[in-house]
């Protein structure tokens, strides 16, 4: 059996149904907490619930599906009164996940789309922060909260700029509840993943994880599960001086800009005798 620091904690994941957020799920079940399982899907929550107990069969602690929309506050303060419930556990850990990346020209963007970003990624977030923040308060204080932003939220990408404005949002909202949320010895940070390959990341593009393991400098696409053991460390007792930080989780693909290398390394990509195109990318 693994080190199981979680034992006699409950974590709430939003949107762990599929992709990073089940890893983050299954991992924090693995390490002994107790789990509440949020997805909009009710039949998906319960699939990936049942999935992530199986596959932890000598664990004492539990997933439990939680379905509902993340991004309501209403439905928020159900969930976080749900979790703190459940007996002999602690509400401690908190991943707020769930996140809506709505591709879109800039200016055909539409207020509704916008408002579905700003909905889920900004409010949820916020009120999951703050409803949870509450209920620690009431336990004594001590808890930690992980907001997932984006690599998006650091650097300018094509047709994202409602979802980077949300992720970057949600970096500073890290920053901001330093002041309330530090005198009662909550921790809150903002992982934010790079291109990670999930099934919805493999339903866009089929060569997701080739076209990243060439972007990324260090020649590899991100998998839920890195994003997962950086999540759970950051809840963990040994980050607990750790607080108000953005950690990009994206194989170094932030940490540079196009560059020369960049051209050559895709010059290098076309098939033999083939030209490379003249005009720059940014006026495609
Ligand atoms: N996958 C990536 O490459 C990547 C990169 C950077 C950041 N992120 C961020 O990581 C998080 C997870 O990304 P993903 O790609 O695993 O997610 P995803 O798009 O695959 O969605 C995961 C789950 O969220 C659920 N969901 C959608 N709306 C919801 C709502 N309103 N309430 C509750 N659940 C809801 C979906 O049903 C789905 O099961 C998001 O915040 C995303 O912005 C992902």
């Not at 992530?52 to 159900?78: L, M, V």
């Not at 051209?263 to 005009?279: C, F, H, M, S, T």
Request: glycine share 10%; proline share 5%.
């Amino acid at each position: 059996m693994n080190y199981q620091p979680f034992i006699g904690k409950t974590a709430i994941v939003t949107g762990s149904a599929n992709g990073i957020g089940f890893a983050i799920a299954k991992h924090l079940l693995h390490e002994g907490a107790n789990v509440i399982v949020n997805d909009i899907d009710p039949e998906a929550a319960e699939a990936a619930t049942e999935k992530i107990n199986k596959s932890c069969e000598y664990c004492d602690a539990k997933a439990y599906a939680y379905a509902g929309d993340a991004g309501d506050p209403a439905f928020i303060k159900e969930m976080v009164g749900y979790a703190a419930s459940i007996k002999d556990s602690k509400l401690d850990m908190i991943v707020a996940n769930a996140g809506l990346t709505e591709f879109g020209d800039f200016f055909e963007f539409s207020p509704e789309s916008f408002q579905k970003v700003v909905d889920l990624n900004l409010r949820g977030s916020f009120f999951l922060a703050q409803t949870a923040a509450k209920v620690m308060k009431e336990q004594g204080g001590g808890g930690n909260i992980v907001l997932i932003g984006s690599n998006v939220g650091a650097r300018a990408y094509k047709n994202l700029a409602a979802y980077g404005m949300s992720k970057a949002g949600i970096s500073m909202l890290a920053k901001q509840l330093v002041l309330p949320l530090g005198p009662l010895d909550i921790s809150i940070n903002c992982v934010a993943p790079g291109a990670t390959l999930t099934e919805r990341t493999q339903q866009e593009e089929p060569d997701y994880a080739g076209i990243w393991a060439q972007l990324n400098p260090n020649g590899r696409v991100g998998k839920p599960e890195d994003i997962a053991h950086t999540v759970g460390f950051m809840l963990s007792p040994q980050s607990r001086h750790i607080t108000g930080q953005t950690l990009l989780v994206d194989g170094g693909w932030t940490a540079y800009g196009p560059s020369p290398f960049t051209a050559e390394r895709l010059r290098n990509e076309l098939p033999n005798g083939a030209e490379a195109p003249k005009v720059s990318v940014l006026k495609k």
